[in-house]
């Protein structure tokens, strides 16, 4: 009994960063949870001591957008909030804009928003001829006072004293848009939506986690886990933000990616652990097998994740760049806690981490399984289908996946208008509606920011009126063009609406109208003279080429680099090509649906959504890098499980079966938590939040079952000794492969990879 005895309970000999480190964390278990709860509580505060610096507008895009933000800010001019109550009477046989009944109503219009005292610079669509060419709509324009940025929250007063008039008249229609209104209609509805999602995220994966472990402590690790790792990188975030400015929507990023990384690590380090002890390892050996095994796996998966994160670097939009920055950090955060703070709370509760016992999920689970190993029976069933007949699960998964991806050829992307992201279920989407079919471009018009050195030089004056005059003539505006000179910053700002107006394909040919033919005739006959347009259409169209532009250098450094770490940490040319074809094709599949459901309206009734007829556009390339880098997760916990298998001795086919099955229960439980999570956002009222959540959804579904059940045995099945391919020219390279064993038994001997002779490895 005694050798026997020994031999369970030595201590296995373990090599590599996360190996080392878990054993660290286990015998100094108080210090490293005190180092975790030290470093979470300094983030916090250096955070809240630096404040968050926000991304400002004019970062927000290169280009004539961006410089126009800047000759707005660099004159310290501020942008007032523009509001402007419609007034429109219906029909043939309404009241024209000359009537006595029309200009009553004009009158008390601009009485009663002068009354609330919250307006100024109040103007009648008389003196400024904001008269519909029909003549039955004119347009009462005035801006909101204070700061433009708190606008929304002092609107309210305005808005009411419109509602009255509107009930005094009813022969007419008196409605308020701008952007102060606007935002104080879509904060009222919407405003609850996505911290009411974000909120929802957490107990919805607490109850999975509690599903799939049923035991409360060991379901309440990963998510306590996840959310020290990004209270932690909030912190971080309020630090970087001097360097690179933050926002809102990236923090929202970063807690999504966030909880998915946390739990989804956390969760691989916790069944393995669970594992090795079911087979009566004792806790210590349990520990460090988990520490060499899936402890490696989330530093090759986690170091992946960031290099994907990263790709948004690229993309030249400081939105994006936030984004993906947040979202590096939390991985990286999380990783670190998966593989330092988790051993040591593990160490510490011992078998207390299966407290809280749910006796009925717990015989549900033993039901489920079936094999020694906490394999599966429902994918022991799958792969036997599969290695089987592998052509076949090849030829019908991948043909499948082809399908469904088909549509994404004709993907159509754009920056969705307000009746395509809200539709018409607010009264304010139908104000918008109404005032550009009176007013073609009124809603949105373009901006023409006009820079010289004397703005009241005779040349400028002159370039100016031409201006004015051409813009109308040339086609691209009906009218009226406004503008506005500040003298004493030598700075102009002309209105111009587009022909096309909500319609943003001709609205485009109205911009380029504007930029290629009308400016070059006017200012650009003078010397000195800066005039960027800006506004919303052209907002659109430049970040929509700024999009298209970055997708190539985004594409290349993702793959490249996912590449190369594939290589390295698998030591296979095989498994680092089969990984990259197979995560593209689940990003495929994930664009197809996108296309099939939200462009062609196919099932958009099931989710709640609307056939918009496109895509929004920064979605495409925000899926592929968050999908990627979401997709080598699952991937490297596989593989990494299947090449320990061989390693261990067994077959490649053996080793593929044993590899899927026995991490079948923990990629099925983090795939449903992701898939629960973004399907909440899929929900939120905003079209392009339900076109991100499904996007996600979709994938993630198809990516831990269609791909990682199927195609993935299938594939490496089919290539056999091939999978371990590794050329002899690329022998220099370094090897990151020797940190993921770990020594509790005799060592056996395996074939060498590659070819060549066999090698002595640890088991």
Known sequence: MGSADSARTREPRVRGIAARAGGWSARHRWAAVTIWVLFVVLAMGLGSAAGRVDVKESDQMSGEVGRAVRIIEDAGLKDPAGETVLVHSEGKGGAAAGSAEFRAAVKDVMEAVQATGEVTAVTSPYTTRSVSADGHSALVQFEMRGDPETASERVGPVLDAVAKVDDAHEGLLIEEIGGASMGKTFDDAFGSDFQRAEFSAVPVALGILLIAFGALVAALLPVALALTAIIATMGLMGVVSHLQPMSDTANSVMLLVGLAVGVDYCLFYLRREREERAKGRDPRTALMIAAATSGRAIVVSGVTVCVAMAGMLFTGIAEFEAMGLASLMVVAVAMVGSVTVLPALLSLLGERVEKGRVPFLNRLKRSERGGADGESRVWRAVLTAVLRRPWTALVVAAGALAAIALPALGMHTQNLTLDQEFGDSLPIVRTYDRLNEAFPGG?????????????????????????????????????????????????????????????????????????????????????????????????????????????????????????????????????????????????????????????????????????????????????????????????????????????????????????????????????????????????????????????????????????????????????????????????????????????????????????????????
């Open 443 to 763: 809603a949105d018009p373009a901006q023409v920011v006009v820079k010289a050195d004397d703005i009241g030089a005779a040349p400028v004056r002159k370039a100016l009126a031409e201006f004015r005059r051409q813009a109308v003539a040339s086609g691209a505006s009906k009218g009226p063009v406004d503008i506005v000179t500040h003298d004493a910053e030598n700075v102009a700002v002309i209105d111009v609406p587009l022909v096309g107006g909500s319609d943003q394909e001709k609205a485009e040919k109205s911009l380029d109208l504007l930029r290629d033919t009308v400016r070059p005739a006017t200012f650009g006959k003078v010397p000195g003279v800066e005039a960027p347009i800006t506004g919303q259409v052209a907002g659109s169209k430049d970040f929509n080429d700024q999009i298209v532009g970055s997708v190539v250098p985004v594409f290349a450094f993702v793959v490249v680099f996912a590449f190369l770490l594939m290589l390295l940490c698998f030591r296979s040319l095989t498994v680092a090509i089969t990984s990259i074809i197979l995560n593209l094709l689940s990003v495929g599949a994930a664009y197809g649906i996108l296309t099939a459901v939200f462009q062609h309206g196919w099932g958009a009734s099931l989710v709640g959504a609307e056939g918009v007829g496109a895509i929004i556009s920064w979605l495409p390339l925000f899926l592929f890098v968050i999908l990627f880098g979401l997709s080598m997760d699952y991937h490297v916990f596989v593989v990494s499980r299947i090449r320990e298998a061989r390693l261990q001795g067994r077959d490649t086919r053996d080793a593929i079966a044993h590899g899927v099955v026995t991490t079948a229960g923990v990629v099925t439980s983090a795939a449903v938590i992701m898939v629960a999570v973004f399907a909440i956002f899929g929900t939120l009222s905003m079209q392009s939040m339900k076109q991100m959540g499904v996007g996600l959804a979709a994938a993630v579904l198809i990516d831990a079952t269609i791909i990682r059940g199927v195609l993935l045995p299938a594939v490496m099945a089919l290539l056999g000794e091939r999978n371990w391919y590794f050329p002899t020219w690329l022998r220099w390279l370094p090897d990151m492969t020797h940190d993921e064993s770990y020594d509790d038994a005799p060592a056996v001997t395996a074939p060498a990879r590659g070819g060549g002779e066999p090698e002595r490895v640890g088991v």
